[in-house]
Structure formats: C-alpha cells, structure tokens
C-alpha cells in the first residue's frame, strides 16, 4: 500500500502564492500517475494537476489558467503543487492522489484558505 502526507495549507491573501506538498510512503515504487485534487462543501471534487510517473504534467482544471505549476521528486517521493495568484475560488480542501497497482491512494487534505 501507499500513504500520502499533505503539506503547506494555510491562509493567504488574494494574490498570493502558495505551495503544497505530498510525501508518498510504503510502496512508492509502485505508483504511476500522481495528482492534486480540490474539494469545497456542497461541490464534488475537481482535477486540479496531473503529472505521470515520470514526471511530465499532462493535465489541469480549467480555473487554473496557468497559475499552478506541479512537479515531481521520484527520489524524495514528492509532488509539489505551486500555485501562485490565488483568488477567493481557490478556497478548498486539496488532497493528494496516487494510483498504485491498479489501487487509488488518497492523503487526508489540507486546508487552503484565500481571503479576499
């Protein structure tokens, strides 16, 4: 199995950057893609990167509109998520995602907060 730690939540000021991190544990040999999803109350999660095993990102949410950034450490077992210029819409829950040996791999979330 894989576990996922995330990082770097916090509360900043519209207009401001902020990075997140996830450290991958266990069988990280076995993970494929990687990814960052987001999630607010009352709305279904929602891509927000991706990036393959060897790291190239192949895909972004619509509302990033190249603000975010995500990159991947195979030899720390990291994905960072960059995301600079943030509005209010950022505000969510974002988590971690890894799929392993055909299994989906979720970490707990960390909070985002961008006031206004």
């Known amino acids: 199995q894989v576990q996922l730690a995330e990082s770097g939540g916090g509360l900043v000021q519209a207009g401001e950057s902020l990075k997140l991190s996830c450290l991958a544990s266990?069988?990280?040999?076995?993970?494929?893609?990687m990814a960052w999803y987001r999630q607010t109350p009352g709305k279904e999660r929602e891509l927000v990167a991706r990036i393959t095993r060897g790291g190239v990102p192949r895909e972004f949410g619509y509302f990033v509109k190249g603000r975010f950034t995500i990159r991947r450490d195979n030899t720390k077992n990291t994905v960072d998520l960059q995301m600079n210029n943030q509005t209010h819409e950022d505000t969510a829950v974002y988590s971690c995602?890894?799929?392993?040996?055909?299994?989906?791999?979720w970490g707990q979330g960390t909070q985002v907060t961008v006031s206004t």
């Open positions: 995602y890894a799929l392993a040996q055909g299994l989906d791999s």
């Open positions: 266990g069988k990280t040999w076995t993970i494929g893609g």
